[in-house]
């Protein structure tokens, strides 16, 4: 079992519509998570960060943590053309220690199409 | 601030010969990170240091490989001798301190050919 999974896609969503991104990951005392969106031909950009079960909004992106369940999502409202791109679905299992690390998962391309 | 910055951004190199990757990170960050990715494989941690000590290196593929941070500003990441299978694009990131809110700022990446 991969640490961090997530459908590779390509997932196709309509302009205008929710874009849902999943992710599940395998350490139970994960404590950190990050999702990352990456343009072809370009390094992996921070978008959101989440470390407490719920949501976390910001502008139309919101992020959910479901902790028992071991279940991360992205939520993209209102999609855009410019939306479209590879999002990385990132977990640090122990942020606190010296020894902290992100690991990440293999991402799921995003398609919005017009 | 100038972000992380890698050299070169492209690298086309025969089997067999030395390769030298090179980052800067952000100034003041004191974890950098080196990655790997393919699209067969994703994004693969290779190495990465806190205050230019290397803390984890189990993802370096062999001996082939290998990576140092001689100071806080400065890190390179060296293949001798070069194999087909090496060719991907190579990350570096850094970042500031532990916690659960720090994600990693990355560099544009070396994309590395060998042929």
């Known amino acids: 079992q991969k640490e961090v999974e997530q459908n590779s896609g390509p997932l196709s969503v309509p302009e205008g519509a929710i874009a849902s991104l999943n992710c599940t990951y395998s350490?139970?005392?994960?404590?950190?998570f990050f999702w990352y969106r990456q343009y072809s031909g370009k390094s992996p950009e921070l978008i959101m960060s989440?470390?407490?079960?719920g949501d976390k909004e910001d502008g139309r992106f919101t992020a959910q943590l479901n902790k028992a369940s071991q279940y991360v999502s992205l939520l993209i409202r209102d999609s855009q053309p410019s939306d479209s791109a590879t999002y990385l679905c990132?977990?640090?299992?122990?942020?606190?220690?010296?020894?902290?690390?992100?690991?990440f998962g293999s991402g799921t391309r995003l398609s919005i199409r017009p | 601030d100038a972000g992380v910055i890698q050299s070169p951004r492209h690298e086309v190199t025969e089997m067999g010969q030395e390769v030298t990757l090179r980052c800067k990170p952000i100034?003041?960050?004191?974890?950098l990170f080196w990655y790997r990715q393919t699209m067969m494989r994703g994004l693969e941690l290779l190495i990465y240091?806190?205050?230019?000590?290397?803390?984890?290196d189990s993802g370096m593929p062999e001996d082939r490989f290998s990576a140092k941070m001689p100071n806080a500003s400065f890190s390179t990441l060296k293949i001798q001798p070069s194999e087909p299978r090496d060719s991907a694009v190579y990350f570096c990131?850094?970042?500031?301190?532990?916690?659960?809110?720090?994600?990693?700022?990355f560099g544009s990446g070396t994309r590395l050919t060998v042929v």
């Open positions: 990131a850094s970042r500031l301190g532990q916690g659960t809110n720090y994600g990693y700022t």
């Open positions: 350490d139970r005392v994960s404590q950190s």
């Open positions: 989440i470390y407490s079960n």
């Open positions: 990132a977990v640090n299992p122990r942020p606190y220690s010296s020894a902290s690390k992100i690991i």
């Open positions: 100034s003041g960050h004191d974890y």
């Open positions: 240091f806190n205050n230019n000590v290397p803390i984890d």
